[in-house]
C-alpha cells in the first residue's frame, strides 16, 4: 500500500489575548504567563537514530553499515542474566556484577553480528545501553529478583497505610547503592576489555508515574494523596521532591492558569472511573501528578545521572535519558492548556536528553461526546481542533484529519520541551502503530531536528522485518541531510 502523501502546511491560528480571568472562555491556546525563549537551533550535526530492538537481526541491511549515524543498542534486564552466547533468562541476577556481565556478553555478540558486514565506509562499532526495569516495581518479584530494587514506591518509603507515597529518600539510596557498584564495575570492565564506551544508557521505567489517577478514593477522601499531606514527612525539608519543595509546598503554592488557588477535588464529577480522569478535576488531579513527576525526575538523577557523570567523566560520558520522560516532565504547579509552552522545571536536574514520546497516532483515548462541556484546558480532539482549524483548511477524510492532527500535536509538544530546556537536546521517542507513513516520519523528525533534537529513539519490535528497516533507512537519509 503506497504511503499517504504529505498534507500541506497548515494555518497557524493566532492564540487568543483575552484577560487572564477570562481563559475559560477563550477559544483553543491561550499564552503562558512566562514569554518562552526562542528553540534552540538546528545542530549541523545528522541526528543519532538509536534503535532498540533486539540483538539477532539482519545486519547486512545498508540501515546499519551505510550510515553513521544509525545506532544499535544493547538491552538488558537487570532482574535477569545473560547466557554465554548473550541469550537473557530469568535466572536471578544476584547483584550489579551479574548484569555487568550481562552487559559485556550481550555487546560481544552484537560485535560478532556485525562484524562480517563491516567495510571501509563504516565507521568505529557505537552503541547504547538500555538497563531495563532499572527503578521499576513488579510487586510479586521483590523477594525473587535482588536486582529489583524500586525507586518510587519503595516498601519503606510508602505510607502507614502501606501505600504510595510522596517521598523516596530509601528507594534513591537503595538504586544509588546499586547504581554505584554497577558503573563502577561496567566502567572497568569496558576498559579492561577496551570495548567502546556506550553512547548513551537510556532507562525504560517499569514504574513510572503517567497514569496515576487514583489519588483520591471516595467522599470523604481515604485516598493516598490526603494520607500523604497528613504525614510527618510532607513537610520535612529532608523530604523533597525537587530538592527544593516539600510535597505540602508544592500543594501549597500550585495555581491555575488564572492564578486561582487549585479547585478541591470533586468526587461526585460525572463519567469517569475513578473521578480523577473527570475534566472536574483537571487541576487538582494534575497537581499530585505533577508532584509525583518531579519526584521521579528528581530522584532519578539523583540515583542514577549524578553517578554517571561521576563514572564516566570527560567528553566520551554516555548520554542520560528515559523513554517518555524529560528533564521538565509535566512538573509545573501551574496547568497546561493544549500547545502551552512546558515552562516548569528548566532543566533542574542536568538531564542530558529529553525524551518526549510520539506513537504515531492520536495522543489521548478520550471520547469528545463525555467531554463536551469540557473548558480549552483539556486536549481534546474539539480544543485542538478550535485551536488548530486543519478541518477548514483542507477538506480531509475523518481518518486523514486525526492523523494529521496527532502528527501536529506531536511536533508541537517536542517543540516545547526543546523551549523548556535548551541546554537538554530533545531525543523523541517514537514507536509506530501500523498506520503511521514514512513521510509523517519524516515531517516529526525533520521538525524535531529543526528545533534543536541530537537524537531519535526508535522502538523496533522483535519481528523486525527488511521492509521497516527499509523504512527506516529512507527515514535517516531524509532527515539526515
Same mark, same amino acid.
Given at each position: 500500500?503506497p /504511503?499517504?502523501a ?14 487572564a ?15 518562552p ?8 550535526r545528522?541526528?543519532?537514530?538509536l534503535f ?5 537481526? @539482519? ?11 544509525t545506532?544499535?543498542s544493547?538491552r538488558? /534486564?537487570?532482574?535477569?542474566?545473560a547466557t554465554?552466547?548473550?541469550?537473557e533468562?530469568w ?14 556478553v ?12 563491516f ?14 526495569a532499572?527503578?521499576g516495581?513488579?510487586e510479586?518479584?521483590l523477594?525473587?529478583?535482588?536486582n529489583?530494587?524500586?525507586l ?5 518509603d510508602?505510607?502507614?497505610s502501606g ?6 529518600n530509601r528507594?534513591?539510596?537503595a ?15 569496558l ?9 548513551a544508557i537510556?532507562i525504560?521505567?517499569e514504574?513510572g508515574?503517567? @497514569? ?7 467522599n ?5 494523596v490526603?494520607?500523604?499531606?497528613? @504525614?510527618p514527612?510532607?513537610?520535612?525539608p ?11 509546598a ?6 491555575t ?7 478541591e ?5 460525572g463519567?469517569s ?10 487541576e ?20 542514577l545521572?549524578?553517578l ?6 570527560g567528553?566520551?560520558?554516555?548520554l542520560?535519558?528515559?523513554?517518555q520522560?524529560?528533564?521538565d ?8 492548556l493544549?500547545g502551552?509552552w ?5 532543566g ?6 529529553q ?5 504515531g497516532?492520536?495522543p ?10 469540557a473548558?480549552p484546558g483539556?486536549?481534546t ?6 485551536s ?14 486525526e ?25 523523541p521517542?517514537?514507536t ?6 514514512v ?5 516529526y ?5 529543526s ?13 523486525a ?5 527499509d523504512?527506516w533507512?529512507?527515514?535517516?537519509e531524509?532527515?539526515s541531510?
Amino acid at each position: 500500500m503506497p /504511503d499517504p502523501a504529505p498534507a500541506p502546511p497548515l494555518p497557524q491560528a493566532a492564540p487568543p489575548t483575552p484577560p487572564a480571568a477570562a481563559w475559560r472562555d477563550a477559544p483553543g491556546l491561550y499564552p503562558a504567563f512566562v514569554t518562552p525563549p526562542p528553540p534552540p537551533a538546528q545542530s549541523p550535526r545528522p541526528p543519532l537514530f538509536l534503535f532498540e530492538g533486539p540483538i539477532e537481526q @539482519d545486519y547486512s541491511h545498508p540501515l546499519w553499515h551505510e550510515h553513521h549515524n544509525t545506532v544499535p543498542s544493547v538491552r538488558t /534486564d537487570v532482574r535477569g542474566r545473560a547466557t554465554p552466547d548473550g541469550k537473557e533468562t530469568w535466572e536471578p541476577a544476584a547483584g550489579p556484577h551479574d548484569t555487568v556481565r550481562s552487559f559485556v556478553v550481550r555487546l560481544l555478540r552484537l560485535i560478532d553480528l556485525l562484524a562480517p558486514h563491516f567495510g571501509p565506509r563504516n565507521t568505529p562499532l557505537r552503541w547504547y545501553a538500555i538497563p531495563a526495569a532499572w527503578g521499576g516495581l513488579i510487586e510479586r518479584e521483590l523477594k525473587t529478583f535482588p536486582n529489583l530494587i524500586p525507586l518510587l514506591n519503595h516498601p519503606l518509603d510508602r505510607l502507614a497505610s502501606g501505600r504510595r507515597a510522596p517521598f523516596a529518600n530509601r528507594g534513591i539510596a537503595a538504586n544509588r547503592a546499586w547504581t554505584s557498584e554497577f558503573l563502577e564495575d561496567f566502567a572497568a570492565e569496558l576498559k579492561f576489555r577496551r570495548l567502546p564506551t556506550p553512547l548513551a544508557i537510556i532507562i525504560t521505567s517499569e514504574n513510572g508515574v503517567g @497514569d496515576d489517577f487514583g489519588g483520591h478514593f471516595g467522599n470523604p477522601d481515604v485516598g493516598w494523596v490526603p494520607e500523604a499531606l497528613a @504525614d510527618p514527612r510532607a513537610d520535612d525539608p529532608d523530604h523533597t521532591i525537587d530538592g527544593e519543595r516539600t510535597f505540602k509546598a508544592f500543594f501549597d503554592q500550585a495555581r491555575t492558569l488564572d492564578d486561582q488557588p487549585i479547585p478541591e477535588y470533586d468526587h461526585s464529577a460525572g463519567w469517569s472511573n475513578p473521578p480523577g480522569r473527570s475534566p472536574k478535576n483537571a487541576e487538582s488531579s494534575g497537581r499530585y501528578r505533577a508532584a509525583m513527576e518531579l519526584l521521579w525526575d528528581y530522584a532519578r538523577d539523583r540515583a542514577l545521572g549524578s553517578l554517571v557523570r561521576r563514572h564516566f567523566p570527560g567528553e566520551s560520558r554516555p548520554l542520560v535519558g528515559e523513554y517518555q520522560s524529560a528533564c521538565d516532565s509535566h512538573s509545573s504547579p501551574v496547568r497546561l492548556l493544549p500547545g502551552i509552552w512546558r515552562h516548569h522545571m528548566n532543566g533542574r536536574f542536568r538531564a542530558d536528553l529529553q525524551v518526549p514520546d510520539w506513537y504515531g497516532s492520536w495522543p489521548s483515548k478520550v471520547d469528545d461526546v463525555e467531554f463536551a462541556t469540557a473548558g480549552p484546558g483539556v486536549a481534546t480532539r474539539r480544543n485542538w481542533l478550535r485551536s488548530r482549524p486543519i478541518a477548514a483548511a483542507h477538506a480531509l477524510e475523518p481518518a486523514q484529519l486525526e492523523r494529521r492532527l496527532a502528527l501536529e500535536i506531536a511536533k508541537d509538544q517536542a517543540e516545547q520541551h526543546a523551549r523548556a530546556a535548551p541546554h537538554a537536546p530533545i531525543a523523541p521517542y517514537i514507536t509506530m502503530n501500523d498506520g503511521t507513513g514514512v513521510n509523517d516520519l519524516i515531517d516529526y523528525c525533520r521538525h524535531c531536528r529543526s528545533v534543536g533534537a541530537t537524537a531519535f529513539n526508535v522502538f523496533m519490535p522483535v519481528t523486525a522485518g527488511r521492509e521497516l528497516l527499509d523504512k527506516w533507512k529512507s527515514v535517516v537519509e531524509a532527515v539526515s541531510r
